[in-house]
Structure formats: C-alpha cells, structure tokens
C-alpha cells in the first residue's frame, strides 16, 4: 500500500509541485490543504486531480478551532505522513502527535527559525544560507534534521532572487526526503536521523 500524504500549504506551492512530479515517491498525495483561499497550491493541487480543502483562517473563531477544524479534515484522509510545504501558520503540539511530518523550510536551521527566513538571513549579512527539511517537533522550526543543503549569497541578492535559488534546492530535497520516508529508510535516534541504507559518505570514511 502506498503511503498516504497529505500535504499543507499557504503559498505559491512550488514544492507541492515538485512533489507531484516526483517519480517514484512510493506515495500517494490524498489531500492538499491550505488556510489560504488565494494558495496557488490549491491550483495546482486541483490541475493534478487531487482532492483540496480550503480551511482559511477567518473563518474560525480563534486559532484553536480552526486548528481543530483542519486538523480534522487531514484525519478524514487518513495520512500516514503530513507534509508542511510552505504552511505559514503554526499548528498545535497535536499535529506532530497524531502524524509523523515533515517540513521544508528556507535557511540552514536552527539559523534563522519561523517565518521570513530568507528576509532575516539577509538582514543578518549572511554569506551562505541554504534549506533544511526535518521532521516537526511541538516547537517551531526544532525538530530532527533530515536534510539540509548550502545556497550561497550573492552580494546583489534580494530576497527573492535568494529564495528562488533555496526553493530549486527546496524542489530536490523535499520530494527526496518523503521518498526515503516512504521507503521506510528514515530512523529517528534522538535529534538525530539515519538514513538506512545509505552508503557512507566520505565524512563517515576518514
Ligand atoms: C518555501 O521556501 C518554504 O521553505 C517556505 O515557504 C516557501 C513556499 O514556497 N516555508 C516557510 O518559510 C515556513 N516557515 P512554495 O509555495 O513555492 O512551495
């Protein structure tokens, strides 16, 4: 049985695409939700052929039910993973609880956490910064790292020129580590992540 994901997403949703165009991801994406009515991931999730929902912010009293209310409908597809691709709220400590999750996010974690990542980094005067994929923890940006890869800074870079060259890398790493999850290859010891299987790297021989 392949594995069922579901992925969040707020924003333009180039890594659900990336993830949709994946070969051999060894899963199938149920569900594409979004807190925001404009996400162009709900598009292109709708252009795939997969099942949307939209569970927008405003539409709920307080933070807490609209938790509850998109919580509920990602049950309703029976997940065995969630998949964070540019979600931009934050969830309650029972998300990670109820499915094991993974997100992608725009800097080399745990530099610069939360949100404007790339804006941050930059005003930080950075010369690299990068992407991190890692599992989801009750804390914001802090959980296990599954993989993580290095984008340098231009001197001319904006943040969008930046954030452009870190989602090309975003678009290799995300798909890359759900395939491995899928494949049942990730092992959490602690903080850290061992990919099972994985031939040593040159670092591990001398
Ligand atoms: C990605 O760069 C992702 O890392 C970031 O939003 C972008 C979504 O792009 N997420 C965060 O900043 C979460 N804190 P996309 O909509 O084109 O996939």
Known sequence: MPTRIA????????????????????????LVASDRH???????????????ALVAFG???????????????VAAAR????????F??????????????LNTHPSLLPAFPGARAVEASLAHGVKVTGATV??????VDAGPIVAQEAVTVRPDDDAATLHERIKAVEHRLLPEAVRLFC????????????????????????
């Open 183 to 206: 494949a049942g290859r990730l092992e959490l010891e602690g903080r850290h992540v061992r990919v099972r299987g994985a031939a040593p790297s040159h670092g591990a021989r001398h």
């Open 7 to 30: 992925v969040l997403a707020s924003g333009s949703g180039s890594n659900l695409q990336a993830l949709l165009g994946a070969a051999d991801l060894g899963g199938e994406i149920v």
């Open 88 to 101: 931009m709220r934050i969830l309650s400590a029972d998300w990670p609880r109820a499915w094991p999750m």
């Open 38 to 52: 404009d996400a162009g991931a709900l598009e292109r999730a709708a252009a795939a052929g997969v099942e949307t």
């Open 134 to 139: 890692h599992f989801v923890v009750e804390e």
């Open 59 to 73: 539409d709920y009293r307080d933070r807490a039910a609209w938790d509850a209310a998109l919580r509920e409908r």
């Open 79 to 86: 997940p065995d993973l969630v998949v964070l691709a540019g």
